[in-house]
């Protein structure tokens, strides 16, 4: 089953305004990472935030972690044409099987 | 360009058939992960080697199996194909095993496209 699930399934939104994903899991992790995949590629990883951590800026992206909560965020500022992308959080669970489990994405579309 | 290779990029195959996918992690990596994302869905976890060993199974079929080669490339192995196996399957690296404190980033090929007909 899945570890993570993003929320929305789907984003549309003008180019130039802010982006908000959010992703909940089930069991207590070491990390939480974000992807983006651009159509049919491969996945890039875009950031990482461990467990003690609570926020964490990278360029445009801004990520959360509430772990009381289980969820994260994921914020892109000032949305760009070339974000048009799908948004995975993957989850590392704690002291765990060694796995690294995605939720299913979330599809963001930049209008122009 | 990520490091990781995956071969083929493209593979059409009939029902019943076999057929193996290869992976080269970056170079220093030593985990290996698969995973299958058919459309629109998300990854599914397949299995994890670590320097050669295997440290995690996900929801992976038996017709389907995997190894990691001293020189740590990987085969995933699918046989008796089924329309429901076409997918993209992804292949991933990193340096350290999942489950860590230091686990940290994976790094994707551009994964194989499987088309069962």
């Known amino acids: 089953s899945q570890q993570g699930e993003e929320d929305p399934q789907a984003l549309s939104i003008q180019e130039g305004e802010n982006a908000t994903m959010n992703c909940s899991y089930k069991t207590s992790i070491n990390n939480l990472q974000w992807y983006r995949q651009n159509s049919g590629r491969g996945l890039v990883h875009l950031i990482l935030i461990r467990s003690n951590e609570r926020e964490k800026h990278s360029g445009r992206l801004r990520v959360t972690l509430d772990t009381s909560k289980k969820s994260s965020s994921l914020l892109i500022t000032a949305s760009r044409a070339a974000d048009t992308a799908s948004y995975f959080c993957?989850?590392?669970?704690?002291?765990?099987?060694?796995?690294?489990?995605f939720g299913k994405g979330t599809r963001l579309h930049i209008l122009p | 360009d990520s490091g990781v290779t995956q071969t083929p990029k493209h593979l059409i195959t009939a029902t019943g058939q076999r057929v193996t996918l290869r992976c080269s992690p970056r170079?220093?990596?030593?985990?290996v992960y698969w995973y299958q994302q058919s459309l629109d869905q998300g990854l599914q976890f397949l299995i994890h080697y670590y320097n050669g060993e295997e440290r995690a199974k996900g929801n992976i079929l038996e017709r389907f199996s995997a190894q990691q080669f001293p020189d740590l490339h990987s085969e995933l192995n699918l046989s008796s194909l089924e329309l429901g196996d076409s997918a993209l399957y992804f292949c991933a690296s990193s340096v350290a095993p999942a489950g860590r404190p230091n686990t940290g980033e994976l790094f994707f090929g551009e994964g194989s496209r499987l088309t069962v007909l």
């Open positions: 993957a989850t590392v669970r704690m002291n765990r099987d060694d796995k690294i489990i």
């Open positions: 170079s220093g990596d030593l985990s």
